[in-house]
């Protein structure tokens, strides 16, 4: 028996067209395996079983609605909605329902996506983390903020899923949970009524099990169907390997899984060379947690002047930290990514993306949602990169690489990584969850 919940977006997508499955079979499929699953996942703070059953019926008596006609979509509990609760992972906004969809959330329903329910996301997108554990170890973080919909991904819950990314934040949780995360440039996606905390660093991406799909899923809520993957013809990259300032951090795992796809690159006729980023970019993670905490500060100032009460104690943390931050500071660090950014583009002569670790190695035992240290370079620059789960661990847990584009140029990271993780085997070891 198929279990259409198996199913990557893209192949749901092209059965869906050609009336060979429904929406409401699929729906159902992801339903059974929520209510299976997820009392012990806990990636899901709400799930609208009535509404998508409704939405997926009234899509299979219609023609087609748009590029995510029939795929049900997880949506971050971060995003407004006007049919659910939108909590954004603290208590001061339990039961709070917003009177609008963030534009995302529009463009998904008008693309024809049904949305299945909010999934996780640790408080105001920081570092408290929420209920969600990792669906290959119970035992083991999901990572965050993104966490609920990176385990509702790897479990099988849902095909799509959206994710924000302030310092690692969709990078990690799909490094953690073993499936594929895309920032896309920053502002590619509209990020009116999505909770801001860092107006500078915020990014809209997706989560999915493939390349194409997150292609398809940022394609269709930025706009920009260009994006898209509808073949698999893109030639073999120019890959520049950086090990970036932060490599001695690197656990042994990700030094392997980092070396293993040079290797493999190149066996199968990638053009790959080593690179380096100069001394200018040597402070360029203290910058972007400098510009980070500042904001986060600043863009909770409600919060933290009228309800500090209902805040974690990670959260006022932060917040104390990013008032310590002085103006001048702040102007500093912010000059310093201006500076990087320029920089960086320079790079991009001699080769078509960069590969760096996603993150320290496996994901650790605990709660605790994991160091972001290597995706915050990626993140100040404004980048788009996509995190590859290409092998596995020690404990036999994913591990995997990013693939870093110039900025602007999503189009051809995207087609650069899709081509190396088909060429490095990754496709295989994405979400295999019990």
């Known amino acids: 028996m198929t279990h259409l919940n198996r199913l990557t977006a893209t192949q749901a997508a092209r059965k869906l067209a050609a009336r060979e499955i429904t929406s409401e079979a699929l729906v159902e499929d992801c339903l ?23 939405r997926a019926r009234a899509l299979d ?35 709070h329902r917003p009177a609008w969809d963030a534009v995302a959330v529009a463009l998904a329903r008008a693309a024809g996506g049904v949305i299945l329910g909010k ?46 990314q302030t310092a690692g934040s969709i990078v990690r949780p799909s490094a953690f949970c073993g499936v594929v995360g895309y920032k896309p440039t920053f502002a590619t996606v509209s990020r009116v009524g999505v909770k801001m905390i860092s107006d500078t660093l915020d990014t809209i991406g997706g989560i999915a099990r493939t390349v194409p799909d997150v ?67 040597a402070g360029l993670a203290d910058a972007q947690l400098a510009i980070m905490t500042h904001e986060v500060a600043s863009s909770l100032s409600y919060e933290r002047l009228n309800h500090r009460a209902q805040l974690s104690g990670d959260m006022i943390k932060m917040i104390d ?78 591990v995997g690489i990013t693939v870093i584009g110039r900025h602007g140029d999503d189009r051809t990271l995207l087609r650069a990584a899709d081509w190396i993780h088909e060429s490095l085997g990754g496709r295989e070891l994405t979400a295999v969850a019990a």
């Not at 909605?81 to 001061?92: C, F, K, R």
């Not at 990792?134 to 083991?140: Q, T």
Request: glycine share 8%; charged share 20%.
């Open 119 to 164: 999934t996780v996301t640790t408080e105001f997108a920081t570092y408290h983390p929420g209920a969600t554990r990792n669906p290959h170890d119970f035992a083991r973080t999901p990572g965050g903020s993104s966490s609920g919909s990176a385990a509702a991904i790897a479990d099988f819950m849902v095909p799509l899923a959206f994710g924000t």
């Open 215 to 281: 292609a398809l899923l940022v394609g269709a809520i930025g706009e920009r169907p260009e994006l898209f993957i509808e073949d698999s013809s893109s030639r073999a990259p120019r890959a520049g390997f950086c090990r970036t300032h932060e490599w001695a951090q690197a656990q042994p795992e990700a030094v392997a899984a980092f070396e293993a796809a040079r290797n493999g690159l190149e066996r199968s006729g990638a053009s790959v060379r080593d690179i380096s980023l100069d001394d200018a970019f």
């Open 61 to 95: 008596r219609g023609a087609s609605a748009g590029p995510l006609h029939g795929l049900p979509i997880a949506v971050k509990d971060l995003f407004d909605t006007v049919d659910m609760d939108t909590a954004y992972g603290s208590p001061i906004y339990a039961g």
């Open 321 to 398: 930290a990013g008032l310590a931050v002085s103006k001048q500071q702040y102007d500093a660090a912010r000059a310093v990514a201006r500076s990087c950014r320029a920089r960086f583009d320079d790079l991009f002569r001699d080769v078509d993306v960069v590969i760096a670790p996603s993150a320290h190695g496996e994901a650790p035992e605990g709660t605790a949602t994991g160091n972001p240290l290597f995706q915050r370079v990626w993140t100040v620059l404004h980048t788009p990169c996509v995190h590859l789960p290409i092998s596995r661990g020690p404990h036999g847990l994913p």
């Open 32 to 54: 059974a395996r929520i209510a299976e699953r997820d009392s012990r996942v806990r990636a899901w703070t709400l799930v609208d079983a009535r509404g998508a059953r409704e």
